[in-house]
Nanobody, 124 residues
Framework: QVQLVESGGGLVQAGTSLRLSCAAS????????MGWFRQAPGKERESVGV????????NYADSVKGRFTISKDNAKKTVYLQMDSLKPEDTAVYYC?????????????????WGQGTQVTVSS
């Protein structure tokens, strides 16, 4: 079973940066794609971006394109979310997720495994 553990969240000021990490268990190499999602209070969970584990190909939501970057370190079985130029509207609980079967999807319902989430709060 894949275990995903997020870390790196916190309280930051608008305009600054934060990097989240998602450490995966040994089945990491059986995962096809990993995604970052976020959920703000009273809102539905939304996709931030995804990365194909083997190729490193990424795709981002329009709201974060140009500000957020997803990367991976296969040796550490870890995926990162670098968040730059943070805005108050980026405040949310951030989750990483993993999908086993080949499909590059940004829909939360398509993911098999989820982390517990990490809070990111951006003050104005």
């Amino acid at each position: 079973q894949v275990q995903l553990v997020e870390s790196g969240g916190g309280l930051v000021q608008a305009g600054t940066s934060l990097r989240l990490s998602c450490a995966a268990s040994d089945i990491y190499f059986g995962v096809y794609v990993m995604g970052w999602f976020r959920q703000a209070p009273g809102k539905e969970r939304e996709s931030v971006g995804v990365i194909i584990r083997s190729s490193g190909t990424t795709n981002y939501a329009d709201s974060v394109k140009g500000r957020f970057t997803i990367s991976k370190d296969n040796a550490k079985k870890t995926v990162y979310l670098q968040m730059d130029s943070l805005k108050p509207e980026d405040t949310a609980v951030y989750y990483c997720a993993a999908r086993r079967l080949p499909l590059t999807t940004m829909s939360a319902k398509d993911y098999d495994y989820w982390g517990q989430g990490t809070q990111v709060t951006v003050s104005s």
